[in-house]
C-alpha cells in the first residue's frame, strides 16, 4: 500500500515536472526574438538606431520564415520526440543572442530574426502544443493549456523583472545624464543574460522531457492527415481566432512605448510597467483554463474579445489629458487580462471541437501558419502608424486598429458557438 501510494506520488511529481519544463522552455524560445522589444522598446530603438518603422519591417522578416516553419513543423511533430526537436530549437536560438549582442545593423538584424523564424518555430513550436495536449488528456485540456501559457506568463514577468534589475544596475543613478554607451551596454548584457537563460533551458528539456519512441510516417499518410483536418470548418475558425487573439498580443509590444509617449514613464519605468504587467498573465490564463473547462473555450473567448473591444474604445478616444489617469491605467490593464486570458485556452479549442489526437501536430501546423500571419503584418503596420503621427495621436490610431481586430474575433467566436450547436441537433 505504502509503495503504491510513492509510486503515485512519484508520477504525480515527474508529471508536474514536465509541465514546468514545457512552461520554461516555451517562454524561453521566445525571449530573445520578442522580450527585448516588449520590455525595453524605447532602450532597444535608441541603442540600435532603429525608428517603429524599422524594427516593424525586422519583425515581418521574423513572420515570413515562421510561416514557412510552421506548416512542416507540424508534420514533424508528429513523427519525431519533443525532447530532441525541443532542445535543439533552444540552443540554436541562444546561440543567436551571441550574434545579437554585437550589435548588427539593419540588415544583420533581420538576417538575426529570420534565423530566429526558422529556430524557434521549425522545431518547437507544434512539438509544444502536442506534449501539452497529450499531457491534458480528455478532461483537462482547458487547465493544460491554461498552466501553458500562464506558466509562461509567470517566467516571461520573473525572468523580466531580473532583466530589468540588470540593465537598471548599469544606468547611472542621475537618469537624465545616461548617454547612448551606457545604453547600449545595458542592452548588450540583457541580451547576454537572455542567451544563456534559453541555452540553460535547453539542456533541462533534454534532461526532464521523457524521450518517447518516434511515430514515423510515410509521407502518404502524412498527406492524409493534412487532407482530413483542412476539411473541418472549426480549423479554419480556429485559425481566425487565433489571428485576431495574436494581434492583441503582438498589441502589446508598444504599451512600452505608449508608457514614454503618452503616460510620461522615463525608460527604466516603462520597463517595470510592462515587466510587472506580465505578472498578469499567470493569473489570467490559469483563470481562463479553469474557467473554460466549466463554460466551455469558445464562450470565454467570446466574452474575452467583447471585454477588449470596450478597452480599446476607450483607450483610442481618451488619454490622461481628457480623463483620469486610473481609468486609462485600468483598462490598460483589462486589455491584458482579455489577452492573456484567450491566449491560454484558444488551442483547447481543439479537444472541444474533437480534433484526432494522432493530427495533433499537423492541425498545428495549419492554424499556425494561418493564426501566427501578424509576424508578418502586424509590426510593420503598427510602426507605420505610430511613425505617421508621433505622440497621443498615433497610439489612438494604433488602439482603433486594435478594436476593428477584436470586433472580429468576437464576430468568429460567435459563429464557432453557433457551429457547435448546428452540431449537437
Not at 514536465?18 to 524561453?28: A, P
Not at 522578416?61 to 514533424?76: E, N, R, W
Not at 505622440?391 to 470586433?407: D, E, K, M, S
Request: proline share 4%; with cysteine.
Amino acid at each position: 500500500m505504502v509503495n503504491s501510494t510513492l509510486i503515485m506520488i512519484n508520477k504525480q511529481a515527474s508529471k508536474y515536472i514536465i509541465i514546468l519544463c514545457l512552461i520554461i522552455s516555451g517562454e524561453m524560445i521566445f525571449s530573445l526574438p520578442f522580450h527585448i522589444a516588449r520590455y525595453f522598446r524605447p532602450s532597444l530603438l535608441e541603442a540600435f538606431s532603429l525608428s517603429n518603422t524599422d524594427l516593424g519591417d525586422i519583425f515581418a522578416v521574423y513572420g515570413v520564415t515562421a510561416m514557412v516553419a510552421y506548416f512542416p513543423g507540424g508534420v514533424i511533430a508528429d513523427q519525431f520526440p519533443a525532447r530532441r526537436l525541443i532542445s535543439a530549437s533552444l540552443l540554436s536560438t541562444a546561440a543567436g543572442g551571441l550574434y545579437m549582442a554585437q550589435f548588427p545593423g539593419i540588415i544583420g538584424l533581420s538576417l538575426l530574426f529570420g534565423y530566429w523564424g526558422l529556430t524557434s518555430i521549425l522545431l518547437f513550436w507544434a512539438p509544444l502544443i502536442r506534449a501539452t495536449r497529450m499531457w491534458g488528456g480528455t478532461f483537462s485540456q482547458g487547465r493544460a493549456f491554461g498552466l501553458l501559457d500562464g506558466g509562461r506568463g509567470l517566467v516571461a514577468a520573473t525572468f523580466a523583472s531580473l532583466a530589468v534589475v540588470i540593465f537598471a544596475w548599469l544606468i547611472p543613478d542621475e537618469f537624465l545624464i545616461m548617454d547612448n554607451t551606457q545604453r547600449r551596454q545595458g542592452i548588450q548584457h540583457v541580451i547576454y543574460y537572455y542567451s544563456v537563460m534559453t541555452a540553460l533551458a535547453g539542456v533541462m528539456a533534454w534532461i526532464v522531457i521523457p524521450d518517447q519512441p518516434e511515430n514515423k510516417t510515410d509521407f502518404s499518410h502524412s498527406l492524409s492527415n493534412i487532407l482530413a483536418v483542412s476539411k473541418r470548418t472549426t480549423i479554419w475558425l480556429l485559425s481566425a481566432i487565433v489571428i485576431c487573439a495574436y494581434c492583441g498580443y503582438k498589441g502589446l509590444d508598444n504599451y512600452g512605448l505608449y508608457a514614454t509617449e503618452v503616460l510620461g514613464m522615463d525608460e527604466i519605468e516603462s520597463a517595470k510597467f510592462t515587466s510587472f504587467a506580465a505578472y498578469i498573465r499567470p493569473v489570467a490564463a490559469i483563470g481562463a483554463g479553469i474557467i473554460a473547462d466549466k463554460i466551455t473555450s469558445s464562450r470565454l473567448i467570446a466574452s474575452s474579445f467583447a471585454a477588449l473591444i470596450l478597452s480599446y474604445l476607450i483607450l483610442s478616444f481618451f488619454s490622461p489629458d481628457n480623463i483620469s489617469f486610473n481609468i486609462i491605467f485600468f483598462n490598460l490593464i483589462m486589455s491584458f487580462v482579455s489577452v492573456f486570458a484567450i491566449r491560454g485556452v484558444y488551442f483547447a479549442l481543439m479537444e472541444e471541437f474533437r480534433f484526432p489526437t494522432h493530427m495533433t501536430g499537423t492541425a498545428v501546423g495549419i492554424v499556425s501558419v494561418i493564426g501566427f500571419t501578424p509576424d508578418i503584418f502586424f509590426a510593420p503596420l503598427a510602426g507605420r502608424i505610430l511613425d505617421a503621427a508621433p505622440g497621443t495621436q498615433g497610439h489612438q490610431n494604433y488602439f482603433l486598429l486594435l478594436t476593428a481586430i477584436a470586433v472580429c474575433g468576437m464576430l468568429v467566436s460567435i459563429c464557432l458557438i453557433r457551429l457547435k450547436l448546428i452540431q449537437k441537433k
